[in-house]
């Protein structure tokens, strides 16, 4: 949206990118300590969430191309 009305998309790219890197590898460390625990209401909701976020990356990722593509068309 911001790229499309040609504005600096900075502003939402910076903290998306570290919410992703933060929140991605968390997941997967609080996993491996629910999985110990045996805590299957935990596991599963930690895999729907880590699905989730994965799915949320890489509609940023595909959105942020299908903009760049479209910018340049026009």
């Given at each position: 949206?911001?790229?499309?009305?040609?504005?600096?998309?900075?502003?939402?790219?910076?903290?998306?990118?570290?919410?992703?890197?933060?929140?991605?590898?968390?997941?997967?460390?609080?996993?491996?300590?629910?999985?110990?625990?045996?805590?299957?209401?935990?596991?599963?909701?930690?895999?729907?969430?880590?699905?989730?976020?994965?799915?949320?990356?890489?509609?940023?990722?595909?959105?942020?191309?299908?903009a760049?593509?479209?910018?340049?068309?026009?």
């Amino acid at each position: 949206y911001l790229f499309k009305l040609k504005r600096p998309i900075w502003v939402t790219i910076i903290p998306l990118t570290f919410l992703i890197v933060m929140t991605i590898p968390a997941l997967i460390i609080q996993l491996r300590q629910f999985w110990e625990a045996q805590n299957w209401l935990l596991i599963i909701m930690d895999l729907l969430i880590l699905g989730a976020s994965i799915l949320v990356a890489l509609e940023a990722v595909a959105a942020f191309g299908r903009a760049r593509r479209e910018a340049a068309a026009s």
